[in-house]
């Protein structure tokens, strides 16, 4: 099956500017949730979807990130305005519904503030 | 602070024998763990799993240990491939209804020839 797909790979962008990325899950993996991975720690979840409705955005800075899944399959992610500690890879995934499902994880978005 | 963490940043091994990752978490209501493998410019990718009612679990030249006594989770990877090379994170799942994954900071295993 497909992985997880991620857009764009790499992006650099100016402190106070927005920027967005997109995943698009595994096909038929109704949960998806969206990791920031600071270089050198683990990932760290910022929010969790079950098909269009959150479940979990405890840990997203709700200031200036925004996400979304209106069709509950594609979802954005979004910075406005960036800082420069949100350089970061951000990294979307994937899993089946029930408790305990491996997440599926894709290659990330690395981002870069200047 | 976290509640899990790993207790090596790097570990050496050579070509051929076997590697141990240790894990330790600190929250006791944890019920899900998962090994993950990252390689440099990718995203994580799963390795194998284990719920807390198991204390060992195998899948292709690898063994997940839980010792839920003490709190410690361990990967076994047999017959260490230069493949093998990356950083593995473990993470955990406190349940609760959301099943957001909690990582630890990552072993680099570096296979020697």
């Known amino acids: 099956e497909a992985g997880v797909a991620q857009s764009p790979r790499y992006k650099i962008i100016e402190k106070r500017q927005s920027v967005a990325f997109w995943c698009n899950p595994i096909?038929?993996?109704?949960?998806l949730y969206w990791y920031q991975q600071i270089l050198g720690q683990g990932p760290k979840l910022l929010i969790q979807f079950q098909n269009n409705g959150v479940v979990d955005d405890s840990q997203l800075p709700k200031d200036r990130f925004s996400a979304e899944r209106l069709k509950g399959v594609d979802s954005t992610l979004k910075i406005q305005p960036a800082k420069l500690e949100d350089s970061a890879v951000y990294l979307c995934a994937s899993s089946r519904t029930g408790f305990n499902q491996p997440q599926h994880f894709g290659d990330g978005t690395r981002l870069s503030i200047l | 602070g976290e509640s899990v963490g790993l207790h090596l940043p790097t570990l050496s091994v050579q070509e051929g024998d076997n590697s141990i990752i240790n894990c330790a978490y600190s929250n006791s209501a944890s019920d899900y763990f998962i090994w993950y493998k990252q390689e440099s410019g990718k995203g994580p990718q799963f390795i194998i799993d284990i719920r807390s009612n198991m204390d060992k679990r195998q899948g292709q030249r690898v063994t997940v240990l839980l010792n839920k006594t003490v709190k410690h989770l361990s990967l076994q990877i047999a017959a260490t491939q230069p493949g093998d090379s990356a950083v593995y994170f473990c993470a955990e799942n406190i349940g609760g209804g959301a099943d957001g994954l909690t990582f630890g900071k990552g072993t680099h295993l570096i296979i020697q020839p």
């Open positions: 096909s038929g993996h109704a949960t």
